[in-house]
């Protein structure tokens, strides 16, 4: 994806738990399944707003998973939901390749303390 110029304008991050985001998973997105962040875009043009709810127990065990700490990760999923708010999708395989760069290139410019 080409390097594109935003403003910002309001996202919210909202901390929920596993059955939350169940439940707005299976309402907005008739996904039946656990995850650890949805996007809700907002977006007005190049004006990013949005707001990512992120489920705090996905963040825990994904950072166990991972063998990451769980602020390393919760960094990681707020730049994935920022990415879908800048119109990177994580559908296809090509997809979360490219996502998962990005994510990577991200918290190589800000590191974990």
Same mark, same amino acid.
């Given at each position: 994806?080409?390097?594109?110029?935003?403003?910002?304008?309001?996202?919210?991050?909202?901390?929920?738990? &596993?059955?939350?985001?169940?439940?707005?998973?299976?309402?907005?997105?008739?996904?039946?399944?656990? $995850? &650890?962040?949805? $996007?809700?875009?907002?977006?007005?043009?190049?004006?990013?707003?949005?707001?990512?709810?992120?489920?705090?127990?996905?963040?825990?065990?994904? *950072?166990? $998973?991972?063998?990451? $700490?769980?602020?390393?990760?919760?960094?990681?999923?707020?730049?994935?939901?920022?990415?879908?708010?800048?119109?990177?999708? &994580?559908?296809?395989?090509?997809?979360?390749?490219?996502?998962?760069?990005?994510?990577? *290139?991200?918290?190589?410019?800000?590191?974990?303390?």
């Amino acid at each position: 994806m080409e390097r594109r110029s935003y403003s910002l304008g309001e996202v919210n991050i909202i901390f929920c738990n &596993d059955n939350y985001i169940l439940d707005i998973n299976r309402k907005y997105l008739q996904h039946d399944y656990f $995850t &650890d962040i949805i $996007t809700f875009n907002n977006n007005e043009g190049k004006h990013i707003s949005g707001d990512l709810f992120i489920s705090v127990d996905r963040i825990k065990e994904n *950072a166990l $998973t991972f063998s990451v $700490t769980p602020d390393s990760e919760f960094k990681r999923v707020i730049i994935h939901g920022i990415l879908h708010l800048l119109g990177y999708n &994580d559908h296809s395989p090509s997809q979360k390749t490219e996502i998962r760069k990005q994510e990577d *290139a991200a918290i190589n410019r800000f590191p974990v303390s």
